[in-house]
């Protein structure tokens, strides 16, 4: 066990977001309560500084470090940058929302930091136990975080909730790793994958292992049937969580996906295959269904990505290069339309007002038509209207599906598309055909207004030019 | 002169962006006046530059004139590719000459979000002449999508009583009916590599495929015609939707259904349609029948028009289909007189459905009443709109002379080369047309003043006058010498026949 100088260049975006995060923590306990901001400022520094190190560590090839703990590729780099600027963006979204709820502390910068941390070790593990230490360090970070207003009932119920299903699934993975652990004796998911080709007395028990990681990763994604603390957890935890647990994390997710099924298990593709079929399908349906039942806008949400974690599994499951290019584009999209409806909702809301109501959308057009504009160009992205980004991806799944042949799953999934529009068409109803009942202006700071305004626009401009992202996300996978 | 503008660019482009520089001044109804001024001559530089399209386009060749091609999307094939041939050419004209109407008819009625209202009509032109000019699959599919927006907003926003039920309604439908194009283009991708449609043309499909691909893009087109029995979003799309929005619903949206039948099942899938013209022959004169007497049995007018407009359509898709049984029984002229009469009656239903709902606009601006029941003897308060109301009611039932007479008489016609009895029962549609557009006509405006609403009634202003009245001359030009419009569409129809007539199968 040696470890090179080198080892330590190629780790330095975590070692830096790691100091940054202690330091933030020090620095707050200390500071009074006038200079708060203070600490906002810092973790957006931290968060620029680490994405800064990451541009300068672009890998050009895959690199290894620390023993094969750690792996830097190009997917990964490029899904670490959309994590901190994601986070970036999701505390500037925040930031007014906790004030006005006297929430605007330390603890929330701080676990933000730690979460992103997590999702950072989790997209560039090469091991199963450094995936589960990123992992475990993102959920508690979150399970903390949903619980960030402890007077609210409904935050703790949502935490207690989050932080029991989470550690099931935690356990129900950590039984897949052992499992395949014991038929492989690796640990090493390059070497994982070379023992699963070399073997072929034990295809039962590995196929045993691959369901309960499946399941493991069902549940961190929220795909139907592991979907029971999705929509309780968003809406139960602050809005600024909320933000946070349904963005960026996708893309962890993601790369976890990517990480154990195909870096790891990719032999065992006609066996995880049918799952995922299983799961997609049944996300799409529950998740489309539900969602228009539901009446408070964050539930709405919480089904709607159900849906999407759906609709961007599809891509794995063709097993291309191709395939998996279309799924991170769809998972890249995803974070960055929920974002932008989380954002809206956090605009509107304001001290002793949660805006978490379909109904408190009444009338936007009239209010501020702007804002209105930007809600109307994400709930059509989202709806996968082109030519706005979200069709894109859509686009780039279902192309891929119909070119391995998913025929039926294709026409499924555009189906159940059809479906869900209807859930975000309601939302544009409400905006541009009901009227105001709610008439007070909306009071956001410009920072704010300018990253919302920029986060609506990127999904249209990105959507009338989608080369460049569909590039990077095809060219990243090699 | 014009070869080296990039003109169908500018015709998508321009009221685009014209639509966004009038919600950039009208953001406060204060400032209404202005958005209407640049809402107007937004839309009229749009016509003039669509006219040279007209005078410049060589009605000799059948190939794409006015072409652009850029790269969007390369790494899939991907292309921003355009191109008008005599198919797309008199619909693009057609398209930018209806919004002018249309910012017009919404001058004074609109007070609601003013600049909204001319911005969302200004966006869909371009994209519907988007649609019209896109020679690439995704592109076509992307503007086709696209232009439901607009359309959901105009209808929910300034819409009637039941506004919400309707636009949803619409929206969904269509949506609904797209998606599965998508999937057609798509798998034409994974065949071909390529997501040009003229190179879709010439791709080589069998049969079961071609079936499949026919079936889907039938879902898309038939919605929007729309054809019996997927036509029931129609009506309440039409009866909510304010007047500009019916307008342009009647005269341009449902021409889109019709051109992608031309664009794409046909000539993409040759051998299906010839299998399965029995079915669509069928949809097409239920639609021509059935649907006129449902159109018969009306209240409301601006319903009975949009059921009229349902069995006009179905006029455009007899003539499409009925190609090929023509083909067989005649010669390919009768043929290729069955496409144009389509064709004619695409662009004539445009002006004369829209001139229809304008009147009804006209009315309904004045007494908020649709229902034929509340109006009579309105020519006693009105003389000058009961001359546009009569001629253009007159018009509607293919009287000879106007251009409503041209598409219906060169498809029944044509054919009668066909089948006897399909020309029979499409040449009810005289009977059944004039019926129930006269008997409204004769209900709403001749006869005894109904009551103290209609006493009350004051004529029509110079705007109405000027609007109706060049929509009379244009019917009245197109009904007296068609010629120019079937010139400029022979040469593309006889190529479609010429390639139809060659089987993909391999």
């Known amino acids: 066990m040696t470890l090179a100088v080198t080892d330590f260049a190629v780790v330095m975006p975590e070692i830096f977001l790691l100091t940054m995060a202690c330091l933030v923590l020090v620095i707050d306990v200390y500071l009074p309560e006038t200079m708060r901001n203070l600490t906002y400022q810092l973790s957006q520094g931290t968060l620029i500084g680490t994405a800064l190190f990451i541009v300068a560590m672009y890998p050009t090839k895959p690199v290894l470090a620390m023993n094969n703990m750690f792996v830097s590729d190009q997917m990964g780099a490029l899904l670490k940058l959309f994590i901190c600027g994601i986070v970036f963006m999701a505390f500037i979204y925040s930031r007014g929302y906790l004030r006005d709820r006297n929430l605007l502390k330390g603890e929330f910068f701080v676990l933000g930091l730690l979460a992103t941390l997590g999702m950072l070790v989790m997209v560039s593990a090469h091991t199963f136990l450094t995936i589960y230490l990123g992992l475990e360090l993102l959920s508690l970070s979150m399970y903390a975080l949903v619980a960030l207003n402890r007077d609210s009932a409904q935050s703790s119920e949502a935490a207690m909730k989050y932080f029991v299903l989470g550690a099931l699934a935690s356990g129900m993975l950590l039984y897949g790793i052992s499992i395949i652990y014991g038929v492989t004796g690796q640990m090493d998911l390059a070497a994982v994958a070379n023992a699963i080709k070399a073997d072929h007395e034990h295809h039962t028990a590995l196929v045993f292992g691959v369901v309960f990681i499946v399941v493991g990763l069902g549940f961190k994604f929220g795909a139907v049937p592991f979907h029971m603390w999705v929509p309780d957890v968003y809406q139960g935890a602050p809005t600024p969580v909320t933000l946070l647990i349904s963005s960026a994390p996708k893309l962890a997710a993601f790369a976890m996906l990517m990480r154990l099924l195909v870096d790891g298990m990719q032999h065992l593709h006609a066996d995880w295959q049918g799952m995922i079929i299983v799961l997609s399908v049944l996300s799409m349906a529950i998740g489309n269904l539900v969602a228009i039942a539901q009446s408070n806008i964050k539930r709405m949400l919480a089904y709607s990505t159900i849906s999407h974690v759906g609709f961007l599994m599809l891509g794995i499951l063709t097993a291309t290069k191709t395939g998996y290019a279309a799924a991170m584009f769809y998972t890249i999209v995803y974070t960055l339309m929920s974002l932008g409806g989380f954002g809206v909702i956090l605009l509107l809301s304001r001290a002793g007002f949660e805006a978490d109501k379909l109904d408190d959308f009444k009338g936007l057009n009239a209010r501020n038509s702007w804002f209105a504009f930007i809600m109307l160009i994400l709930m059509l992205s989202m709806a996968g209207m082109p030519p706005l980004l979200g069709f894109w991806a859509k686009w780039a799944v279902l192309s891929e599906l119909i070119n391995s042949g998913f025929m039926w799953i294709a026409i499924t999934a555009v189906m159940f598309s059809v479906i869900g529009a209807y859930y975000y068409l309601r939302i544009i109803k409400l905006m541009y055909f009901d009227k105001p009942e709610d008439t007070n202006p909306l009071t956001a700071d410009n920072d704010m207004q300018v990253a919302l305004s920029v986060n609506g626009l990127a999904i249209l401009f990105l959507g009338l030019v989608p080369q460049g992202l569909l590039t990077v996300c095809l060219t990243s996978l090699g | ?506």
């Not at chain 2, 198919?87 to 004074?108: D, H, N, Y």
């Not at chain 2, 064709?343 to 006209?362: K, N, R, T, Y």
């Not at chain 2, 498809?411 to 006897?420: D, E, G, P, R, Y």
């Open chain 2, 1 to 506: 002169m014009f070869a080296d503008l990039p003109l169908l660019s500018l015709l998508i482009w321009l009221p685009i962006l014209g639509g966004f520089w009038v919600l950039a001044v009208g953001r406060n109804d204060s400032s209404a006046p202005v958005a209407r001024a640049v809402a107007l001559l937004v839309s009229i530089v749009t016509f003039v530059l669509s006219l040279p399209l007209f005078f410049a386009f060589d009605s000799s060749t059948a190939a794409m004139q006015f072409s652009e091609k850029l790269a969007w999307i390369p790494n899939f094939h991907i292309y921003y590719s355009l191109g008008v041939d005599g198919f797309s050419m008199p619909l693009i004209v057609l398209t930018s000459f209806m919004t002018i109407l249309v910012i017009l008819a919404g001058w004074e009625v609109i007070q609601y979000k003013v600049a909204q209202y001319m911005a969302a009509f200004l966006i869909m032109e371009g994209l519907m002449i988007g649609v019209f000019a896109a020679l690439d699959a995704i592109l076509f599919y992307v503007l086709w999508e696209a232009m439901l927006v607009p359309m959901f907003i105009i209808i929910g926003v300034w819409g009637g009583q039941r506004r919400v039920y309707a636009t949803i309604k619409f929206f969904l439908y269509t949506f609904l009916g797209s998606v599965f194009m998508l999937i057609a283009l798509l798998y034409l991708y994974s065949v071909s590599n390529s997501f040009d449609i003229l190179a879709y043309h010439k791709q080589a499909l069998p049969m079961n495929v071609q079936v499949w691909i026919f079936f889907a893009f039938l879902v898309a087109f038939a919605v929007k015609v729309p054809m019996w029995p997927v036509h029931t979003w129609l009506p309440d799309a039409h009866v909510e939707a304010p007047t500009g929005g019916s307008v342009i619903l009647a005269a341009i949206m449902l021409k889109l259904g019709a051109y992608g039948f031309l664009r794409f099942s046909l000539p993409i899938t040759p051998d299906a349609s010839h299998a399965l013209e029995g079915m669509m022959i069928t949809l097409s004169l239920i639609a021509v029948v059935y649907i006129g007497f449902v159109a018969l049995a009306q209240q409301d007018m601006k319903k009975l028009i949009a059921y009229s407009s349902i069995s006009h359509m179905g006029f455009v898709t007899l003539g499409f289909f009925t190609t090929y049984m023509i083909t067989a029984h005649s010669n390919p002229a009768s043929a290729a007189m069955a496409v144009e009469g389509g064709m004619v009656q695409m662009v004539s239903h445009g002006f004369i459905s829209g001139a229809l709902f304008l009147c009804v606009g006209v009315l309904y601006d004045r007494m908020h009443s649709r229902q034929i029941g509340d109006y009579g003897g309105v020519a006693n308060t009105m003389p000058r709109f009961a001359m546009f109301a009569v001629f253009f009611g007159m018009a509607n039932s293919g009287l000879p002379g106007t251009s409503g007479f041209v598409g219906e008489f060169l498809v029944i016609l044509s054919s009668f080369k066909a089948n006897f009895w399909i020309a029979f029962l499409a040449a009810t549609t005289l009977i059944l047309g004039a019926a129930y557009t006269l008997w409204m006509v004769k209900r709403v405006i001749f006869g005894k003043i109904a009551n103290d609403h209609v006493k009350e009634l004051t004529d029509i202003g110079a705007r109405e006058t000027l609007i109706l009245t060049i929509l009379a001359v244009t019917v009245l030009a197109f009904g007296i010498y068609p010629a120019p419009l079937l010139d400029v569409m022979h040469t593309t129809v006889q190529h479609l026949l010429e390639h139809i007539s060659h089987t993909k199968v391999l």
